[in-house]
């Protein structure tokens, strides 16, 4: 299957998801439920990338799985570059200090809030490693900086996935954690099920390298 229709299949069930996750947050202000569900399905499509690795490994056959991450990559890039408009344009209206900055109703002044500001700095840097690794998820880019580089930068996404964790939880349980979510439950599972998975691809690969050995040394 051409990249193209992969983009097309990827941006679809993308927009899908999004929509159905509106929907079942239809209590909430239109503009956060959107905000939101743009960057759960982000978050997933990025869960997918790590997954495909271990599985491929564990499951040889599966091997066709590769090449839909670069794609699943974009999107996931995509939406949180969506998630992040919404918030500029919908609520700090492009004022970039408000986010670092939480509103007092009492004493009617923005006052700077640690941990709020760490999150957003977190996924400001975030959303600009996005961009980096969407801008060289390219052939081009892999012929102009060359394999070495170009293989050096696009796997760094566990450091990218890292920073989106981290700016997620806080959003999650700390931000307002009286707030109801329901994707606190998934968003733990999605952590557990990507951490036994490359658990489960490090040590498929060591046994394999193990046998490797073994048969090699009976000869």
């Known amino acids: 299957m051409s990249r193209g229709r992969k983009h097309i299949i990827i ?4 927009l899908l ?25 982000s978050l997933f499509m990025l869960g997918l990338v790590m997954i495909i690795g271990p599985i491929v490994r564990i499951f040889p056959v599966l091997k066709g799985m590769v090449t839909w991450r670069r794609s699943l990559g974009v ?3 995509i939406l949180a570059l969506i998630h992040t408009i919404i918030i500029l344009d919908g609520w700090v209206e492009w004022d970039v200090a408000r986010l670092f900055f939480i509103f007092t109703p009492f004493g009617k002044e923005w006052i700077l809030h640690p941990g709020f500001a760490l999150a957003n700095a977190i996924g400001i840097i975030a959303v600009l490693y996005y961009l980096l690794l969407m801008i060289t998820s390219n052939n081009l880019s892999i012929k102009k900086l060359g394999n070495s580089a170009w293989n050096y930068l696009q796997s760094k996404t566990s450091t990218l996935y890292l920073l989106i964790l981290l700016h997620t939880l806080y959003f999650l349980y700390f931000h307002k954690p009286e707030n109801p979510n329901w994707m606190k439950g998934p968003f733990i599972a999605i952590i557990v099920l990507i951490y036994l998975f490359q658990i489960a691809g490090f040590v498929w690969t060591i046994r394999k390298r193990n046998k490797k050995e073994g048969r090699a040394k009976m000869f």
């Not at 941006?11 to 993308?14: K, M, Y």
């Not at 999004?18 to 743009?38: D, G, T």
Request: glycine share 6%.
């Open 11 to 14: 941006g679809v069930c993308s």
């Open 17 to 41: 998801m999004s929509y159905l996750i509106v929907q079942s947050r239809n209590e909430w202000a239109p503009l956060h439920a959107w905000n939101r569900a743009f960057a759960d399905v």
């Open 75 to 77: 999107w996931s890039g």
